[in-house]
Structures are given as C-alpha cells and as structure tokens.
C-alpha cells in the first residue's frame, strides 16, 4: 500500500508542478488556495467531528490583514502569508475558547454568528476599505529577491511561474502540516474524539484542549489559504469573509469526501471548476450550488474519494474470502 | 449625548417589533429542533418565501391569472401564505429530510442550508436585491396611533400585538393542550410515544410544516415594514441563530422571552451607540456563552 501511495503523491507532485503549462495558470492557483482552505476546514470537520459554519472569518480575516500589510508597510509577501496565518491562528483561538464546550449544532451556530461578527467588522473598520475592499495588493519579491509579479512569455502565453511555484510551495507545505497532524498520535486521538467523545474522556484525554489544537490549526491553514489568495488575486473583499464562503467550503469537503485526505483537494476542484464554468449564469451559480449541497446530503455522503475508498475497501474483503 | 425620554421609548418600540419576528422565527426553530433534532438553516428562506407570496399574491397573481384587477389582499395572505409555505415544508419533509433521522444530526443542518441557497437564488434571479415595497397594507391599518407619550404607526402596533398573540397561542397550544402534550411527550421519547398508538411520523411532519408555517406567518407581517427582498433571509437566519444560543432551546416561553427582549436590547443599542446596532446580539451572545454556556434558559447536554 504505502508503494502506491507513493507512487501517487510522486504523481500528483510533477502533475502540479507542470499544471501552469497546461491550464491557465491564475486558475490553477486558485484552485490550490482553495484546496488548501478545504483541507483546513476537513481537518476540523472530518477528523474532529466539529461543523464550523465560520471558516471564512480565518479565510477573509487573514485575506484583509495580509493584503493590508503587505500594501501598506511594505512587507514581502512570504512574511505577509505568514502573518495573516498567526493573526487567523489567533482568531481561531479566540473562536475555539468560545466554541469548544458546545457540540453539534451549536456549535455550527456559534462559529457562523461570531464570523458574522468579522463580517461586520470587515464592513465598518476604516482599514478594510468597506464594500470596495482591499484592491492593488502588490505581488511583491519573495524574500525580497524574486518578483513575484514577473510574467513569463512562452510559446506566447502569459505564465506568472515566479508566483505560481510560490503559492504551491505554500500549498505543498500547508498539505503536509495537515496530513501529518492527521497521520500523527494527536490525529488518532482527534478520529477518537469524532467517533466516541465521553470514551476519549475517560481514557483521560484532555479532550477539550485537543480540539482547541485542532481549531487552531485548522483556523491557520483556512488564514494561510486567504493570506495566499489575496495575493494571487491582489485583492481582500468582503465577499471572502461572508458566510457563502463558509457555506462553499463545507460543499467542497463534503461533495470530495468528509474526513479523507485528498476528498478538499478533489471536492475543491469540482466547485471552483463548476463556479467557473457556470459564472454566466449570474445568480443561478447559488442554485446549483444549494441543488448539489441536496443532492450530495441525500444520495452522496460519501463523497468522490470516499466513495473510491468504500470499492476499494469491499474489494478487499472480497478478495480474501 | 443628550438622550429624549422620547426617542428611547421609540426605539424601543421598534426594537420589540423586531424582537418580535425573532420571537417567532426562534420559537419555530426550537420546536422543529424538539422533535426533528435538526436545526432548520431554510427558516430565514420561508420567512423570505413567507413575504414573496404576499408580494406575488398582490401583484403578480392577478395579471397572472388573467384579471388584472384581482389582488390578494393582506388578509387572505395572512392565512394563505403560511398554509402555502407549510404545504411545501410538508412536502420537503416527507421527500427529504425523513431520510436523514438516522444519520448525524449535521446533514439536516447541511440539506437545509442548501434548500436556503436554492430558494434564495432563484428569487435572486427575479427579484431586486435591494428590495421590492408591498403595497397592500389595508386602509385601517395605516397612519399613525396617539400612544400618549409618542405617535406611533398603526401597523407597527399591529404587527407587535399579532406576533405576540400568536406566540402566546403556540405556548399555550403546546404547554396546556392534549395536542401540546403529545409534542411534548415526542420530544422527550418518541419510541415510546409511538408504542401509545400515537403517529409519531404524522406528527413529526406536521410538526416540521407548522413550524415553517410560523416563520411565513411572520414574513407576512414583515413585509409592508421592510421591503421584500431575496436577502431578508439569511440576514435574519445567523441573528435568529445568535438569539436562540442565548436562550438555548429548552423551552418555548424563554425562546420568547429572549426574542423579545434582544429586540429590545437592539433598539436601545440604535440610540446609545448607533454603529454596534448591527453586533450587539453577537456580543451578547458571546457574554452568555462565557457565562452559562448552555444559554439562559437551556438544558446542560
């Protein structure tokens, strides 16, 4: 097994590294951004059992405070990316304090309310620029060396590599912080949690703190994700810190696959790609989107690579009878 | 500042015609939660689907149907929206959310959360986003009452009463009445409710089409004081949300009592320091979490 399982992180590596010849290469990005913002929120929601409907608030937040700092002091956008992801860890920890002693339901309704609460802030304070947002954020030189807004030309198409190899750096690292967090001691003791709580406590987990671990972390990487994308996109708006945002990010989860490693990756892919695709459609898009949260709640709840894994799985029982 | 005497009593007349909508709209939320154990994300899109009904009856329903002198009027749409909106509630829990009693509690939450985006899109696609004004406001309920110490609107005054009378109505159909009292018994063990030869899936969908119909109800009423727009749900789904994990979903008269009171609070917030109006329930709900987590009037788990 771990043969293959190498075999297809090499594979999914060199395809990621060629994918900006292939595609156009902004798209791609934005792709990884939010693919990296799904496996945040899975690593809460799919390992810790816990439903936050307030992701965008660590998305948009560090979105704002990245694009702000960047465009306004100067900084380089790596020290950028890295500030926006403390200042969304830090939210996180305020949320997570909050949040945490409730379960369920609850706790769904709390994380949108107190996003809501970013989402009024982002609206009123003078720095965020209101309904316009952030615009002009520069690309920067990473490390104050490599400009990141440099284009390429080849074969006579415009390819922006210098960022595009930045952004999946930063997504290749966020990844392998999650799929370590999740492989490790503490992952196992999360699926614990997930699976049988009042069990964890007894076998004397501290499992309040564990999940306040876990929402920090995963409220980072959501910042890292936001952080990146207002820089790919030069801009920080308050479309980022509603609660459509939080709502996408739990459709891409669950439509690739609560709870399994590449399902964000996959379900991100699908929405991002179909958002594209549909965005003629003007606000029919939101149709769609509520029709396949429907039909993937009744029909789906697997999703794509928990459904693989599901054939897989029966395959192999099959196969030593 | 200079605070009038005047101008608080105002705002807070206004704050409890809101607190009033939040009254009902978290009194449906809770008595859904009782017996489905899911909480209804699409509560904000009927209170929006609620409004749009009166809205098309008065003025698109008439041409529509040939006569283009025909319009329903508020009164006939104080009854029929409800029951309209709670047929489809019907409709939605007999074809959906019954498949989903045996899974976590969470898909209920995500199913309804896509019904709210599909019902708000499509009335996004036809309808202003800022907002359509409902003209139909009946003749005796327009100008102003002389409440003694303020002029007060008419049907402001109105719509407060007939929220209230109708969330007293629903604590007193399910506190005192053998009907409440089967509600009651099915929140707390439906299997064994159901041993009794009561029909616990009738009930459950009533329960569900009921609770949809209320929010309806009090989009109805909402609808000649705000203008009817595709948004005016969600906006007020995540404070109703906030309201009921204040009052935690224990009991029937404090999600009212918490309705009411933070529609009060809200108001008062608009005349002592105008820009927190929009956050102030947030807050609040942040300071009870930190005190009694459970909510004010709720259950520990």
Redesign the interface.
Known sequence: MTSVNRKLWTALFLLGMVAPFLLYPVFVMQLLCFALFACAFNLLTGYTGLLSFGHAAFFGGAAYITGYLVKNTGLTPELGVLVGTLAAGMMGYIFGILTIRRQGIYFAMITLALAQVVFFIALKSPFTGGEDGLQDIPRGMFLGLIDLGHTYHIAGKPLELNLYYFVFAVFCLGFWIIHRAIHSPFGQVLKAIRENEPRAISLGYKVERLKLLAFVLSASLAGTAGATKSIVFQLASLTDVSWHISGEVILMTLLGGLGTVLGPVVGAFTVVTLQSELSALGSWVMVVIGATFVVCVLAFRRGFVGEVLEKIRIRAIKHNE | MHLSYQMVLAQLMLGLNNGAFYAILSLGLAVI?GLLN??NFAHGAFYMLGAFVALIGYTKLGPLLGMPDFHMNYWAALLISPLVVGLLGVLIEKT?LK??YK?D???G???T??????????F??YFNVSGTSYNGKPEILRGVVNLKFMMFPTYRLWSIGLSLGVCFVTWFAIERTKLGSYLRAGTENPGLVQAFGVNVPLMITLTYGFGVGLAAFAGVVAAPIYSVSPIMG?EMI?TV??V??IGGMGSIMGSIWTGLSLGMLEGLTKVIYP?AA??VI??M??LV??IK?AGLFGKE?
Do not use: D, E, K, W
């Open positions: 939660f899911i909480i959906m498949r989903l899974v509690h969470l898909y939450l995500l199913l959360f896509g019904l709210a985006l599909i019902l708000q899109g499509i996004t696609n969600s995540i949300f906030a009921v994990v820009p929009n956050t947030f807050f709900m942040i979490l930190l987590p788990q």
